[in-house]
């Protein structure tokens, strides 16, 4: 199994992503993510024995009482890149600070407590909560893309923050499809 732990966005807020998206749909050399299927991920665990899941899922139990983080509100809005607005790999909607920010910075801490105990790669990274928008493939089109994420301050909305999952990633040829493993109420 291909796991990783995510507070998932609700349907609600897919077209909304969509519309942010379709800034972007010029760009030749980036591949646009499925917006009804969008999430904030707090840690990719990458493919795991099944087997692990009850113990995995008792970890996240543990990190959400440790964060002691109650349901929250969470504002997604304006755009960012990885690693840099120069070698862009990744486009992405970011959390506005003071809605949301904060407690997801705190589960995501947690968690890799929990999971880095159990063995889990930790991150090589610091985390930045974000949702996932496009992936670029080569860099044909990198000054447009450079262009809309200087020149676009978009909000995407806000959303109730009172679960976070262990979602299983499959990839197919049309993409990642996820299905909840499990569910963590906070």
Known sequence: MRLFVSV??????????????????????????????????????????PDRVDEINAAIQRAVGNAAVDPFDCTIEGLGVFPSLEYISVVWAGVRDGEGADELTRLHAAVETELTALGFEPESHDFTPHVTLARMDDARDKPLVQQVVRETEPTVGTFRVDSIRLTESTLTDSGPKYETVTEVDL
């Open 8 to 49: 998932d966005l609700p349907p609600t807020l897919a077209d909304p992503l969509a519309a942010v998206q379709a800034e972007f749909n010029e760009a030749d050399g980036l591949r646009l993510t499925d917006s009804s299927q969008a999430h904030v991920t707090l840690k990719f665990l990458g493919d795991t024995d």
